[in-house]
């Protein structure tokens, strides 16, 4: 599998980016979400959908598809991340696990691997980590938490 640059799709870094900043502000300024929840997991999730948005113009028509039904699942994850609807870290663990696995069984079987699409792979891999450490943070405090007799 050859890695390599491909300038078309610059706009997902910008999508990372933009996606970030909105997510941060609105999950800050919300004050519905955890502190960590807010400040990196929600971000992350906003990042990783924002990043597939910002690709529809350039690829073939079934990736654009593909991308607009994971910018809907990644939005809609965040939203109930928002309102604290406890299913929405399922999303966040399940939508980039899927987005992961599908990029490489593409980049191995019909495109190639590049440099900005493993740069969106990384961050969908942190929205797992920074999920799977809230879960975990969370079932720690409950674990401590004494149960009134």
Request: cysteine-free; hydrophobic content about 60%.
């Amino acid at each position: 599998m050859a890695v390599h640059f491909d300038a078309e799709y610059l706009p997902a870094l910008a999508g990372l980016v933009v996606g970030a900043l909105i997510g941060y502000l609105l999950a800050t300024s919300t004050r519905r979400a955890s502190t960590w929840d807010a400040r990196v997991t929600l971000p992350l999730v906003l990042a990783a959908g924002a990043a597939h948005l910002a690709l529809i113009p350039t690829v073939e028509a079934q990736r654009q598809l593909l991308f607009g039904l994971y910018f809907a699942a990644m939005t809609g994850t965040f939203v109930l991340g928002l309102l604290r609807v406890g299913i929405w870290k399922l999303g966040a663990l399940v939508f980039p696990a899927g987005s992961i696995l599908a990029y490489f069984y593409f980049a191995l079987t019909a495109h190639q691997a590049d440099i900005i699409g493993l740069a969106v792979k990384v961050v969908e891999a942190a929205v797992i980590v920074a999920a799977v450490r809230s879960v975990l943070a969370r079932s720690e405090a409950g674990a401590r938490r004494p149960y009134a007799a």
